[in-house]
């Protein structure tokens, strides 16, 4: 069975670009959470959507928002890009919401991020 | 707010070492804890999942334990391995319905030496 797949793995951007990263979850897993990861804030949650609808959303400005598709396909994009948003960014799949099932998580490689 | 803390954040040992690395949170009401490890460049591994009325969970020379009225999870490693030179990740999932999804800890380090 194929893991979790995301493209692309690297991406460089200019500040004020915007860029989408895709995430493809591991067959029949109907969640998808996205985390950046950076050096000084560690993992930090951003979203987690299920069934094409955001469940549960971290402290993250509006800059960042996602979407999910009928066949669970995620992507996550950001609009006017900050220095700051330079991290891996990483999508983890399940079969049900994080939180009510007993199911682990599964992560992808991550997509590495760098804004200059 | 959740946090999570994890020490040490570097460890090295030699081969062979016996070894537990320390995780503490603030919020006892969790639904689960995981340990991760992740690799350089490299996205993250699951190597176990307690669930908050479990006490332990072991994967052959993995070993983690849950004590979530005092808010600590130790994982430990039995006879360790140059290949087990990763950094440990530990996770608490809370019981509000995933509504922060997993909170991290920033990780231990951890190097074996040969």
């Known amino acids: 069975k194929a893991g979790v797949t995301q493209t692309p793995r690297y991406l460089i951007k200019t500040r004020g670009q915007q860029v989408t990263l895709s995430c493809s979850p591991i067959?029949?897993?109907?969640?998808v959470s996205w985390y950046q990861q950076t050096p000084g804030q560690g993992l930090q949650f951003l979203f987690e959507?299920?069934?094409?609808?955001?469940?549960n959303k971290g402290n993250f400005p509006g800059r960042f928002s996602g979407r999910q598709f009928s066949n669970s396909r995620s992507e996550m994009n950001v609009s006017t890009l900050e220095l700051g948003d330079s991290a891996l960014y990483l999508c983890?799949?399940?079969?049900?919401?994080?939180?009510?099932?007993?199911?682990?998580?599964?992560f992808g490689p991550g997509t590495r991020l760098t804004v200059l | 707010k959740q946090e999570v803390t994890q020490i040490p954040a570097a460890l090295s040992v030699p081969e062979g070492e016996n070894l537990v690395l320390n995780c503490s949170f603030t919020?006892?009401?969790?639904?689960?804890l995981q340990w991760f490890r992740q690799d350089p460049g490299k996205g993250l591994t699951s190597l176990l999942l307690?669930?908050?009325?479990?006490r332990e969970q072991t994967s052959g020379r993995l070993n983690a334990s849950l004590d979530k009225s005092s808010g600590r999870s130790t994982l430990y490693i039995a006879a360790s391995q140059p290949g087990d030179s990763a950094t440990y990740l530990c996770?608490?999932?809370?019981?509000?319905?995933?509504?922060?999804?997993?909170?991290f800890g920033k990780g231990t380090h951890l190097i074996i030496q040969p």
């Open positions: 983890a799949s399940s079969l049900a919401i994080v939180g009510e099932s007993t199911d682990t998580q599964y």
């Open positions: 959507y299920f069934s094409e609808t955001q469940r």
């Open positions: 996770a608490v999932g809370g019981s509000g319905g995933g509504a922060d999804g997993l909170t």
């Open positions: 307690i669930q908050s009325s479990q």
């Open positions: 919020d006892s009401a969790i639904y689960n």
């Open positions: 067959s029949g897993h109907r969640s």
